[in-house]
């Protein structure tokens, strides 16, 4: 398993190394100047809204569990996000981190597992509506107005409302054995209590107002990344129309979906960026840039997350050394 975790680390920097080359290491290089340091600081800032929105969706989910406050969601979508994106792990790493954190801010291991995976589930169905309304902009070129686009995405929203509604008992079964599988690989989760679990998923994925509501915040959480999108193309000199941002970003979000076992989805978000900007008439080069803006953005923003949940479990540590 760690020889296959090695290899695919290995391709995706490779594909990261090749898209670069694509795109000319120096067109990609000045683009990235461009941006400057406090261009990366300010995109870094920008994300912050993204975070909080989407840990506002998981608090609405977790919100009547002992100890539950939003700051704790929030906190622990922070240290979710980062481990996916800054350290080597995929996206199942990010999971069983997000647990964690907010086992430690204490909010009893049970219930935080479940809320989490019924909350990303629902993230995953939100990113539909999103994509589909920037195919909608795409096929009618990019030039229709956003209320015209939140009208054409209400459709999907009905149909997966229903979808969730037929399914729910049968995700509830499907996450309940992938949370037994996470916990097999990392005790850290401590999920003892798989009959519990899957009763837990079962309410939390009923379709009632507390589930429409994670997924209508998680449909925004999405939609703002139209927004650090545009942002870092001015910052280039490129200037995109809102309506570019959305179908770039929207169609991003569909491609990266295939590089959720790759860490940090490396050459995956490359390739997937230099493919979408291509239908929007955007070139290879800044295409890139964004993807290692992002990158960078990532990183400052992760770093201190990771930072102070390292220094949290530290403490933990110390404080049962020293009562022995």
Not at 20 to 33: I, K, L, R
Not at 125 to 149: E, F, H, S, W
């Amino acid at each position: 398993m760690r020889r296959m975790h090695l290899l695919v680390l290995l391709a995706g920097a490779g594909a990261l190394l090749g898209a670069v080359a694509y795109a000319g290491a120096a067109g990609v290089e000045q683009a990235v100047v461009r941006v400057g340091m406090l261009g990366l600081v300010a995109v870094a800032l920008i994300h912050l809204p993204v975070l909080a929105t989407t840990g506002a969706a998981w608090c609405v989910l977790g919100a009547e569990l002992p100890g539950a406050a939003p700051w704790k969601f929030i906190w622990a979508r922070y240290v979710r996000e980062a481990t996916g994106e800054v350290l080597p792990f995929s996206q199942l790493g990010g999971i069983v981190a997000g647990a964690r954190a907010l086992r430690l801010a204490g909010v009893p291991t049970l219930p935080a597992s479940a809320t989490l995976l019924a909350d990303v589930l629902i993230e995953q169905l939100a990113k539909i509506p999103y994509v589909l309304a920037g195919l909608a902009l795409l096929l009618l070129g990019g030039r229709t107005p956003p209320v015209r686009v939140a009208l054409a995405a209400l459709l999907p929203m009905t149909v997966l409302g229903l979808a969730a509604t037929l399914w729910r008992r049968r995700s509830g079964r499907l996450l309940g054995q992938a949370a037994e599988r996470l916990a097999r690989r990392w005790p850290a989760l401590r999920l003892d209590n798989a009959a519990a679990l899957r009763t837990l998923l079962g309410r939390l994925l009923a379709w009632d107002r507390r589930m429409a509501a994670a997924f209508a915040v998680h449909v925004l959480g999405w939609s703002l990344g139209a927004a650090e999108t545009w942002v870092v193309f001015h910052l280039m000199g490129l200037p995109v129309s809102a309506a570019q941002a959305v179908i770039i970003d929207s169609l991003f979000c569909a491609v990266r979906t295939f590089g959720f076992a790759v860490p940090a989805a490396l050459g995956v978000q490359e390739a997937g960026y230099v493919l979408v900007c291509a239908v929007v008439g955007v070139p290879a080069a800044p295409a890139v840039a964004l993807s290692l803006v992002r990158r960078v953005r990532e990183l400052l923003a992760g770093a201190p997350a990771l930072g102070a949940w390292q220094w949290v479990e530290g403490s933990r540590v110390l404080a049962r050394i020293s009562d022995k």
